[in-house]
T-cell receptor, first 113, second 115 residues
Framework: DSGVTQTPKHLITATGQRVTLRCSPR?????VYWYQQSLDQGLQFLIQ???????AKGNILERFSAQQFPDLHSELNLSSLELGDSALYFC????????????FGPGTRLTVL | GESVGLHLPTLSVQEGDNSIINCAYS??????FIWYKQESGKGPQFIID?????DKRQGQRVTVLLNKTVKHLSLQIAATQPGDSAVYFC??????????????FGKGTLLTVNP
């Protein structure tokens, strides 16, 4: 158990809908990273937050957004969902702002029908 | 741009043998490398890391070797066990600027251990 929690574990929704994925980092960690994992793209970095502020952006679509709250949990919002958004979404956390050893949560499997 | 790739997408070994998983990277400025293990249905699990000022680092049954001259990283697993069956990812972190804040992952190697 990495200490990172994610909810929900599974999510099934329809195209055009909006969903919110939640992540709680390890106790004491200030950084949260979001990744998308699909069969053909591997693990793709989406976005990083450090202590409530956006720190780095990767291949995140404009339809996706994230935020980190004062209690350091983070939410990833996915809107206008498309079939191609079906994937595993992972969050990871680290104590500092740099991308050193990241501890991953169990992931949320999103299926868009 | 940055890229981290794997030489072999699949590797099959016999239980008890040693396994070697290879990874090539292209960013010569990368200063930190990590190996993750991902079992089916689970998130990536940290195995071992190495900084660019080192050539070798050992853990429990695992060794990571870094060859900066040819930009190559390898993970050696000694006495491979069935529980080692998983997908293994290498990841790198750039050494400056925005690349300091993200990991770039390779596509993964599937290791299968035959009893």
């Amino acid at each position: 158990d990495s200490g990172v929690t994610q909810t929900p574990k599974h999510l099934i929704t329809a195209t055009g809908q909006r969903v919110t994925l939640r992540c709680s980092p390890r106790s004491g960690d200030l950084s949260v990273y979001w990744y998308q994992q699909s069969l053909d793209q591997g693990l793709q970095f989406l976005i990083q937050y450090y202590n409530g502020e956006e720190r780095a952006k990767g291949n995140i679509l404009e339809r996706f957004s994230a935020q980190q709250f004062p209690d350091l949990h983070s939410e990833l919002n996915l809107s206008s969902l498309e079939l191609g958004d079906s994937a595993l979404y992972f969050c990871a956390s680290t104590s500092g702002s740099r991308a050193d050893t990241q501890y991953f949560g169990p992931g949320t499997r999103l299926t868009v029908l | 741009g940055e890229s981290v790739g794997l030489h072999l997408p699949t590797l099959s070994v016999q239980e008890g043998d040693n396994s070697i998983i290879n990874c090539a990277y292209s960013n010569s400025a990368s200063d930190y490398f990590i190996w993750y293990k991902q079992e089916s249905g689970k998130g990536p699990q940290f195995i071992i890391d190495i900084r660019s000022n080192m050539d070798k680092r050992q853990g429990q049954r695992v060794t990571v070797l870094l060859n900066k001259t040819v930009k190559h990283l390898s993970l050696q697993i000694a006495a491979t066990q069935p529980g080692d069956s998983a997908v293994y990812f290498c990841a790198e972190k750039g050494g400056s600027g925005g690349s300091n804040y993200k990991l770039t992952f390779g596509k993964g190697t599937l290791l299968t251990v035959n009893p």
